[in-house]
């Protein structure tokens, strides 16, 4: 199957610095990209599509100056957690279609002190 | 926008017996119903879908139904084996859209 790869997988910062988060897909070109957070024993919930070369479509009640996403090629899409705090600390999974299947990232797991 | 309720929040079995995970969707417009299997701390991996011009699709153990009037799908495990144990979560979304809805996941644990 398609390959997508998520750099880094655990990423540890103080509170108020930025961490940025990329999802490559390795073997295919994705022009569109999902990224998800997932709380410890919760479920994925959708943040925001990701769309190569145009502004990304955020959830409802999702900051979008806080979590910026930007998808400059057609293989790469980067989460920026701007100003982190320690309630940002989550695994954050982005994932990519491919032949109609969705295809997820190995996870990053962020944690702000 | 798009809710998918699942129940049961966990679900303990024997070793052989049959598991069933039940989820029920709220835009009639879904039309793609993939579950998921994951394992702590991995990416969920698909497991088997179905889409709504289909009542239901098995590969080998694993059989999804669905049921378009009354919004529900199920997931059918039988046979169960201990390397089942894991969190699955059923989800919904517009083919054409490709962003998944989420149910809240179901904790299964198969004991030998």
């Known amino acids: 199957g398609a390959v997508v790869s998520q750099h880094p997988s655990w990423v540890i910062c103080k509170s108020g610095t930025s961490v940025k988060i990329e999802c490559r897909s390795l073997d295919f070109q994705a022009t569109t990209m999902f990224w998800y957070r997932q709380f410890p024993k919760q479920s994925l919930m959708l943040m925001a599509t990701s769309n190569e070369g145009s502004k990304a479509t955020y959830e409802q009640g999702v900051e979008k100056d806080k979590f910026l996403i930007n998808h400059a090629s057609l293989t790469l899409s980067t989460l920026t957690v701007t100003s982190a705090h320690p309630e940002d600390s989550s695994f954050y999974i982005c994932?990519?279609?491919?032949?109609?299947?969705?295809?997820f990232g190995e996870g990053s797991r962020l944690t702000v002190l | 926008g798009e809710n998918v309720e699942q129940h049961p929040s966990t679900l303990s079995v024997q070793e052989g017996d049959s598991a069933v995970i039940k989820c029920t969707y709220s835009d009639s417009a879904s039309n793609y119903f993939p579950w998921y299997k994951q394992e702590l701390g991995k990416r969920p991996q698909l497991i088997i879908d179905?889409?709504?011009?289909?009542g239901e699709k098995k590969d080998q153990r694993i059989a999804v139904t669905l049921n378009k009037t009354a919004k529900h799908f199920s997931l059918h495990i039988t046979e169960t084996q201990p390397e089942d144990s894991a969190v699955y979560f059923c989800?919904?979304?517009?083919?054409?859209?490709?962003?998944?809805?989420f149910g809240q996941g179901t904790e299964l644990s198969v004991k030998p």
């Open positions: 989800a919904a979304s517009k083919w054409w859209e490709g962003k998944l809805i």
């Open positions: 994932s990519a279609r491919f032949t109609g299947e969705l295809f």
């Open positions: 179905i889409r709504s011009n289909v």
